[in-house]
């Protein structure tokens, strides 16, 4: 059945890899309601299981135990559009072709994706680039085209793995408000990945803390900060910081145990 809105219901979801030392439990009785159009970010320790949560929303792996329920309205949208740490920009593509690569790949005609590329290109400042292919481009600006691409695409969900966890600092906070910007027009239901406290509340509307290995919920944090936000302004508040304390002394706690559990591996 059609839903008016798009969103994310995990129950009891679990996943365990098969490897050549036995059974890797990664995730574990994950119960997770993520509301339409929210901006929904994870974080937790390395190795909790936050990519597998994401490619197994992505279709690109399987849960082993549970149930994933993705709620879309009836149309003719991509389910979701995934952008990877890694800029995932195709070489022999320029900026432009490179932005309208989906488009294309579902028949939308020519004049109308370049239409929807342009308005992306120049809403991330690269418009003076369109032309212009990968290998002329900085690390931020290839990043850069793939945010415009997953949001030219148009999909229901908009699912990010550590997208700006490669840039310098000023690359980061430049792109991180350029997402607010393009997030705050199209309110996309988005699954972000970051290890950035700060990143996860500049532009959250809630924050799930992960376990240690095997990753389950261990809380989930509302960010009450008003929108739409300034990156800049918002880091000065108050609330910024209480909350930016909350979390790391929650998270800490796993941190530790996560190290725990390596040191006990080796
Ligand atoms: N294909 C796989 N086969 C076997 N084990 C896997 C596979 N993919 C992930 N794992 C294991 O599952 C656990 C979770 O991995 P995952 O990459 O999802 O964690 P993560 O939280 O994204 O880590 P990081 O923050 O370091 O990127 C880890 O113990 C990892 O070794």
């Known amino acids: 059945m059609p839903y008016d809105d798009t969103g994310i219901i995990l129950k ?23 509301g339409a159009g929210e901006f929904f970010s994870i974080v937790g320790p390395s190795g909790c299981g936050k990519t597998t949560l994401l490619r197994i929303l992505a279709g690109l792996d399987t849960a082993s135990a549970g149930k994933v329920k993705i709620m879309i309205p009836a149309s003719d949208q991509p389910v979701n559009s995934m952008v990877f740490q890694e800029q995932s920009v195709f070489p022999w593509l320029s900026v432009a072709d490179n932005v309208a690569y989906g488009l294309k790949l579902r028949g939308v005609a020519k004049k109308e994706r370049y239409a929807i590329a342009d308005k992306y290109i120049r809403m991330i400042g690269l418009s003076k680039f369109a032309g212009s292919y990968p290998h002329q481009l900085s690390g931020g600006m290839k990043q850069r085209v793939s945010v415009a691409r997953a949001f030219a695409n148009n999909p229901e969900i908009l699912l990010m793995d550590e997208p700006f966890g490669a840039l310098d600092e000023q690359n980061r906070i430049l792109l991180q408000q350029e997402l607010l910007k393009i997030w705050e027009l199209n309110k996309k239901t988005t699954v972000f990945i970051t290890h950035s406290i700060d990143e996860a509340l500049c532009l959250s509307d809630r924050i799930l803390i992960m376990t240690a290995h095997p990753g389950t919920v261990k809380s989930i944090v509302k960010i009450d900060l008003p929108r739409p936000r300034d990156i800049a302004q918002i880091r000065t508040t108050l609330r910024y910081n209480e909350l930016f304390q909350n979390i790391w002394l929650t998270l800490r706690e796993e941190v530790l145990k996560g190290k725990a559990l390596e040191l006990a591996d080796n």
């Open 12 to 34: 009891q979801l679990g996943k365990v890899f098969a490897t050549s030392r036995g059974p890797v439990t990664a995730l574990t009785d994950i119960n997770i309601a993520i």
